[in-house]
């Protein structure tokens, strides 16, 4: 499996952004996916995750705006972003709780998210 993530983009305090995240394998059998963020000079935090049978946790900070989703049948896995906020701005990677050829961990390249004032 390989991620790339899309959809990041430039856009105002309040506004809304929809991140996708496209496998390039099968992810019906992976249990967790997930997005990360990290913002300059802040250390990687899991924004969202979500189980194969659609249980999603949210970090406190998200919670109420960010709504993760999953679809199975298209290898998709998506971050819909509303009532941003400055905070937010960082670059947002994907995750799959998978194998990656040599360790455990795999992860997308990075979306960039802009959130201005």
């Known amino acids: 499996v390989q991620l790339q993530a899309s959809g990041g983009g430039a856009v105002q305090a309040g506004g809304s952004l929809r991140l996708s995240c496209a496998a390039s394998?099968?992810?019906?059998?992976?249990?967790?996916m997930a997005w990360y963020r990290e913002a300059p000079g802040k250390q990687r935090e899991m924004v969202a995750v979500?189980?194969?049978?659609?249980?999603?946790t949210y970090a406190d900070f998200v919670k109420g705006r960010f709504t993760i989703s999953r679809d199975n049948g298209r290898n998709m896995i998506y971050l819909q972003m509303n009532s941003l906020k400055r905070e937010d701005a960082a670059v947002y990677f994907c995750?799959?709780?998978?194998?990656?050829?040599?360790?455990?961990?795999?992860w997308g390249q990075g979306t960039q998210v802009t959130v201005s004032s």
């Open positions: 394998g099968i992810i019906s059998s992976v249990n967790n």
């Open positions: 979500i189980t194969n049978d659609g249980i999603a």
């Open positions: 995750h799959a709780d998978t194998w990656n050829g040599s360790n455990w961990g795999l």
